[in-house]
């Protein structure tokens, strides 16, 4: 990958979690009655979360190298993925129980159905894009990177964090995470073009 692909990557991102985050803040505020700030507040949050999930994505790629690097066997590899997933969906529904006490069960479950829904749409289309063997680890990538990268604003410490902003979080994170993971392989599929 050459530089300019490079920044065309992290720029175009940026922008993503930019306008991403003026629609669904605007949208999320609308149907919810949340204020999520002033518009460069929103915008500014747009490209934060943006950068998260570019940090997120690039951390990805290296941890993936690695660990094809120990693990020779494909087949050990994606189980590993998948049941690092399963763990991780698992504790989300558990942070969100913990989080939402006494609400409905809808609350609790909304924002890992989310993810788990958003990432295996990702997948599928990643896999249908270019090879078979993307699915499980685009899954990982969007169920795990997604889910790492807003942790802050799913289990808080300075105190409770209500569902519209967790949800306005992770959407843009999943949107970043989808666009990076989608861009990736047509970068790869259009340098090789021009090889």
């Known amino acids: ?7 065309f990557w992290i720029v ?3 922008l993503v979690g930019a306008v991403l985050s003026i629609v669904f803040g605007y949208g999320i505020g609308a149907i ?9 507040q929103i915008l500014l949050t747009g490209l934060t979360f943006a950068a998260v999930a570019e940090l997120g994505f690039f951390s990805y790629l290296v941890f993936n190298w690695l660990a094809k690097g120990f693990l020779r066997n494909p087949k050990l590899f994606s189980s590993i993925q998948i049941f690092l997933i399963l763990i991780l969906l698992a504790n989300l529904v558990y942070l969100n129980i913990s989080k939402f006490a006494g609400s409905s069960l809808f609350t609790h479950l909304f924002v890992p159905v989310l993810i788990l829904v958003v990432s295996l749409v990702v997948a599928w289309w990643k896999s249908a894009r ?14 795990v990177g997604t889910t790492l990268e807003s942790i802050p604003s799913i289990n808080s410490k300075a105190g409770e964090v209500p569902l ?4 306005f979080t992770v959407l843009i994170l999943l949107a970043c995470n ?13 340098s090789q073009k021009d090889n």
């Open 1 to 7: 990958m050459t530089l300019k692909k490079l920044f």
């Open 130 to 143: 270019s090879v078979q063997q993307a699915f499980v680890p685009t899954l990982f990538f969007m169920v």
């Open 32 to 40: 919810t009655g949340t204020d999520f700030g002033a518009f460069t």
């Open 178 to 190: 989808s666009y990076q993971i989608l861009q990736l392989s047509w970068l790869v599929k259009r």
């Open 164 to 167: 519209p902003f967790v949800v």
């Open 12 to 14: 175009s991102t940026l």
